[in-house]
């Protein structure tokens, strides 16, 4: 028989768990990156390493977040903290982003000035391990994603898998410096590392980008998808249907992992709805959208004048 628990400790089983192997995995191969890039010479390893270096500083903080967005809300956050999640997503977009650009605009530098001679035997060796570290991260936190969910682990196996890309990438391009010498090319070699570098950073620059652009419009309250706006609607007006309500505003929105709803009903003048009647409508409209989507806060507000639910910029 199976030994399950043995297989359940066998792996980060919780959030917290998974933020510091990401973290320390980072820390260790931003290290080994940034001093082997000082003795190759190489500024593909010198970008894999400063990437590593900004995501185990930045993980540090998101361990930290990761404990405060399960946290209720209190009198210094009254909206809870669930925006916080959010925010250490869009700057770890935002750093990779601009670490990627300024790769870019030095490999360009480097090329236009005659390109750079590097090591290749020590920079195969450094490519070899950190593809083996980088995809082994990945399919770890893949395991942790599979049993809760967390924007701050699917943001980091975002982040493992485009640096096992990374490094898969270097590593093949640095075992080709050896072939390119033995065929004669040898003027093509010191550009090997420049254009490696370009090439990585238009692959993967989308990642960062799209990191950060949804981070953002999470900070900016935009709305959620409407791949998940539009169930938790209908469920909504399907529980409300039996109150022939005159009109019915929902707004979401979706900070990091929590869905928070606010539902104003307008019902007709004069209708008979006590508190308790009230309550139940609440219950029922939590245990729907909960249904389709968790976490999650519902508000309801029921009121017969249009003025009070109808949308406003409140001047």
């Not at 191969?29 to 001093?35: D, E, F, N």
């Not at 209720?72 to 925006?83: L, W």
Request: aromatic share 6%; hydrophobic share 55%; net charge neutral.
């Amino acid at each position: 028989m199976r030994d399950t628990s043995r297989a359940e400790h066998a792996w980060p089983a919780t959030e917290s768990g998974a933020l510091r192997l990401s973290t320390a995995v980072a820390g260790v191969i931003g290290a080994v990156a940034l001093t082997v890039s000082v003795l190759s010479g190489s500024q593909a390893i010198l970008l894999d390493g400063l990437f590593n270096a900004i995501y185990a500083v930045v993980g540090i903080f998101t361990l930290r977040v990761g404990r405060m967005v399960v946290a209720p809300d209190d009198d210094t956050y009254p909206f809870g903290y669930a925006y916080f999640e959010s925010l250490v997503n869009a700057v770890k977009g935002l750093l990779m982003l601009g670490v990627s650009v300024l790769a870019l605009y030095n490999a360009g530098v480097t090329l236009a000035s005659g390109g750079s001679a590097i090591s290749a035997g020590l920079s195969i060796v450094y490519a070899f391990a950190a593809t083996l570290g980088c995809a082994a991260t990945a399919l770890v936190l893949r395991r942790v994603r599979d049993r809760l969910a967390s924007p701050l682990v699917d943001a980091d196996i975002e982040n493992w898998q485009v640096n096992a890309l990374i490094s898969a990438s270097v590593l093949l391009a640095f075992c080709l410096i050896p072939v390119a010498r033995w065929v004669g090319w040898d003027p093509v070699v010191p550009y090997v590392d420049s254009l490696l570098v370009i090439v990585v950073v238009l692959l993967c620059l989308g990642v960062p980008v799209r990191m950060a652009r949804r981070a953002l419009r999470e900070l900016l309250n935009r709305a959620p998808a409407a791949a998940l706006a539009d169930p938790v609607r209908a469920s909504i007006e399907a529980t409300l249907a039996p109150l022939s309500p005159v009109a019915v505003h929902v707004r979401m929105v979706r900070p990091g992992r929590l869905l928070y709803v606010t539902v104003h009903v307008v019902i007709e003048q004069g209708a008979s709805l006590d508190i308790a009647a009230a309550d139940r409508f609440r219950e029922r409209l939590d245990t729907g959208v909960r249904s389709l989507i968790s976490p999650v806060v519902v508000d309801a507000v029921f009121t017969a004048e249009s003025r009070w639910a109808a949308p406003t910029a409140g001047l």
